[in-house]
């Protein structure tokens, strides 16, 4: 399957840094559990199902260990997170030479993937009657666009595809997001969080470009994204979105900051991914209907992710579509820091439903992807 | 690169499948929500306030709920649906209603019939420690607590109100309009902390805030106007010790204008010493009325200017046309859409018409004819029917 066409658009260089061949025991053994979150970060140890149910042990519906307090002043920490991570995506959003194939492959996967789940949750939720205030349009969307991002698994060879489907979800989300917090319509919202992303964005390229040391650009950096993260909170924009415009403004304009960024966030993408789900986890109310509509959500991001990868195979030049969407099918982090981002916009028993349901949703996805994957040898 | 009939079948029982759930969940039914809680995390730093837990929100609601008891008046409205009104001083009540109520209730004092406003009477001894009121400026996201009228009594509920923006209604002036919340016109909000307060109005097809500040402007002037239509033009107050009514105001348009002054103390009208400045400017838009002032040291006796022209209406002459000094509420005339200060530039083909032109013209008039008025204020000019009923 790594071969179906894949091999025309030559090998993925994250993939190649993994030198599957030569993997030890014991990480092979971790495989499974290894993926990367977005666009540009390395495969990491964070399996969402783990640090999910970790987080829901702790949170206040478990242990109690991290309270509502906590998890409120955490609110800042996940806005900024998701701006790292959209910033990730941000420096690898250029389709790479003879990539524009995959890309659409991707963008169209995602796309149905997003209709597939809006659609069948948007019933769902019309039968079951649990929305208190909160359009069942909009209800549907948030849905929709958490279920499409992919996590690239380590196993796997589609993980450029998983990684490029991050795209559209972040726009989209970044379109939606204004208009389900703090009501602006979706062009002034999509507007404004290009221009909070391009402003710190060239803030920040300012900074780094004059650097005396690389200590001083690690601070500028890292202030450039807490700035991002929580501007866009303060002000009900996307975090993910203003994130990816500036990666996207790092990358085109001159200079090394996109070099800076990728080397000094690389660190603490696993932190980052780690604290989202564990938010995520600790967010969850768990009850019948979040139960009920996690269930709906993982089942149909299965459903979509198949009929997203029929639509898809053969934009991408791949022949077997049940292959790729075994490989899509790992949830990405950028769908739950999505839904996160939904509550922090909306703190309503709406949103806080979507956003347990997503990450359940993701935490039921993520053996569903271990059981279709394929053959062992693969990973080789 | 069409795909193998295996990945073919695959497609379609997946497809079949997802329909089956689908079908299969849509069948699950759960209980009715509750109150809607507030979720137990995560408030957005620019809201980092006092933490919602519900658990709080509950001793919120039920410490506002002692508070506002006195404040808080069960009645029930026209078409027999409880309803509450809000406990405005100590001897009158606002409350929202759909249906126009009977005018003939005698706890009723004033009826604003276009927004559905009605002041009633209810005293009460002592009067509750005043509510403060709330400005338009307000701002959300809050949790705010509703006041609802049920079988068993009134019931405050916790709602999310989303955001509060102020908004202008034509209905209303300013209003706050709100998001995320169903609310039920007619009952009552406040913060939760009981400083603030305002009362669900409909607008614009949805439910909206009518502010404290924007309710005691509404029913300053629904106090001043008890019919809701027409005024007699004459403001009046009581005097600290509240020993005499003293004429605050006069509009211009006022059949009262050139007659009363502010400044004199209203003594009696049509030889009744009124007992409240509300039931003497009720009485001063009677026609016949005559009020006996003191003006300084002189005792005077004053009539209003213009005369009956029609049922309801009332004229004085003006060079180029009568002025309309009083439109009586329910009249031919109300209902012809003409207000007091509006000059009569025509009257069923009589240009420039005098009160007594326009006397006999409706005089003439068969029952059921519509008689052509054009009206005016200022340099604007309308016209209008009125139909003799």
């Known amino acids: ?21 030569r993997v030890p025991l014991l990480s092979r053994l971790a495989a499974p559990l290894r993926q990367r979150a977005a666009l540009g970060l390395d495969p990491a140890l964070a399996p969402v199902a783990v640090f999910v149910g970790l987080g829901f042990a702790a949170g206040p519906a478990g242990l109690g260990v991290l309270g509502a307090d906590g998890l409120a002043r955490l609110e800042t920490a996940v806005a900024i997170a998701a701006a790292a991570l959209g910033v990730f995506a941000g420096l690898e959003l250029l389709p790479r030479s003879g990539e524009r194939r995959l890309f659409v492959a991707a963008s169209l996967e995602a796309l149905v993937t997003m209709a597939v789940v809006a659609a069948a949750t948007g019933y769902l939720l019309a039968e079951w009657e649990l929305l208190r205030g909160l359009e069942l349009g909009s209800a549907a969307l948030v849905l929709g666009l958490a279920a499409a991002p992919s996590a690239a698994s380590a196993l796997l060879g589609e993980s450029r595809l998983a990684d490029l489907d991050d795209a559209l979800p972040i726009v989209l989300g970044g379109v939606l997001l204004p208009v389900l917090g703090p009501e602006i319509p979706p062009l002034e919202g999509l507007a404004l969080t290009a221009a909070l992303g391009v402003g710190a964005a060239l803030c920040g390229w300012l900074l780094l470009e004059h650097a005396r040391d690389a200590a001083e650009r690690a601070v500028f950096l890292l202030g450039v994204i807490a700035l991002l993260g929580g501007a866009a909170a303060s002000l009900g924009l996307s975090a993910l979105l203003a994130g990816l415009a500036a990666g996207l403004f790092w990358r085109l304009a001159p200079g090394a900051a996109d070099a800076v960024a990728r080397r000094d966030l690389g660190p603490f993408q696993h932190l980052l991914v780690v604290l989202l789900l564990i938010v995520a ?32 195979a053969p934009v991408a030049g791949l022949r077997r ?60 | 690169m069409v795909p193998e009939s295996r990945e073919l079948r695959l497609l379609l029982v997946t497809i079949g499948a997802s329909l089956a759930v689908l079908v299969g969940l849509a069948r699950l039914r759960f209980p009715a929500a509750g109150p809607a809680a507030p979720p137990p995390q995560l408030l957005p730093i620019d809201r980092l306030g006092p933490q ?10 039920a410490r506002l709920e002692t508070r506002l008891a006195p404040h808080l008046v069960e009645r029930t409205s026209e078409d027999g649906r409880p309803a509450l009104a809000l406990l405005w001083n100590s001897t009158q009540a606002l409350a929202w209603s759909p249906l126009p109520e009977r005018a003939s209730d005698p706890r009723i004092l004033a009826v604003d019939r276009g927004r559905g406003l009605l002041l009633l009477r209810h005293a009460i001894s002592p009067p ?7 400005s338009p400026e307000a701002a959300g996201p809050i949790y ?63 439910a909206a805030v009518l502010a404290g500040s924007n309710l005691r402007a509404h029913a300053e002037s629904l106090a001043r106007d008890p019919r809701g239509a027409a005024w007699s033009g004459v403001r009046l107050g009581r005097t600290p010790s509240e020993a005499r009514l003293i ?60 005369e009956p022209a029609a049922p309801g209406l009332r004229l004085a002459d003006a060079p180029g046309g009568a002025r309309v000094v009083a439109v009586a509420p329910d009249s031919p005339a109300a209902r012809s859409g003409l207000h007091a200060g509006d000059r009569l530039s025509a009257f069923d083909g009589v240009d420039a018409p005098t009160a007594a032109d326009v006397a006999r013209r409706y005089g003439a008039a068969r029952r059921g004819d519509r008689l052509v008025v054009v009206a005016g204020h200022g340099r604007e000019a309308r016209a209008l029917v009125l139909e003799k009923p």
């Not at chain 1, 109310?285 to 509509?293: C, E, I, Q």
């Not at chain 2, 919602?52 to 609601?61: K, N, P």
């Not at chain 2, 509750?128 to 709330?134: H, N, Y």
């Open chain 1, 1 to 21: 399957m790594k071969h179906d066409g894949l091999d025309e658009l030559g090998p993925d260089p994250i993939d190649a840094a993994i030198e599957t061949g």
């Open chain 1, 281 to 312: 986890g600790a967010g969850v109310a768990l009850d019948a209907r979040v139960l009920a509509l996690a269930v709906a959500f993982a089942f149909f991001r299965l459903t979509g992710k198949l009929l997203g990868a029929y639509a898809a």
């Open chain 1, 321 to 380: 579509p049940s292959a790729l969407a075994a490989g899509l099918l790992t949830p990405g982090v950028i769908g739950i820091a999505f839904a996160l981002a939904v509550r922090g916009a909306r703190p309503d028993a709406d949103a806080a439903l979507l956003a347990g349901a997503v990450a359940l949703g993701a935490a039921f996805s993520e053996p569903l992807a271990w059981l279709t994957a394929p053959e062992p040898s693969k990973a080789a």
């Open chain 2, 52 to 61: 919602a837990l519900y658990e709080d929100l509950v001793r919120a609601v």
């Open chain 2, 128 to 134: 509750p420690a005043a509510l403060a009121e709330w």
């Open chain 2, 144 to 206: 705010l607590a509703a006041a609802e009228p049920g079988p068993g009594g009134w019931a405050l509920r916790p709602v999310y109100v989303g955001r509060l923006r102020a908004t202008h209604s034509t209905t209303w002036g300013g209003v706050l309009a709100v998001s995320g919340a169903s609310l039920t016109p007619g009952s009552f909000l406040f913060t939760l902390d009981g400083r603030r307060l305002g009362l669900v109005v409909p607008d614009a097809g949805g």
């Open chain 2, 247 to 306: 004429v605050l105001s006069v509009e211009d348009w006022s059949a009262w204008a050139e007659r009363l002054r502010a400044g004199d103390s209203l003594e009696t009208v049509g030889d009744k010493a009124p007992a409240s400045s509300l039931e003497a400017e009720e009485a001063l838009r009677s026609a016949t009325a005559v009020a006996q002032v003191r003006r300084g040291n002189a005792r005077l006796q004053v009539r209003p200017v213009g």
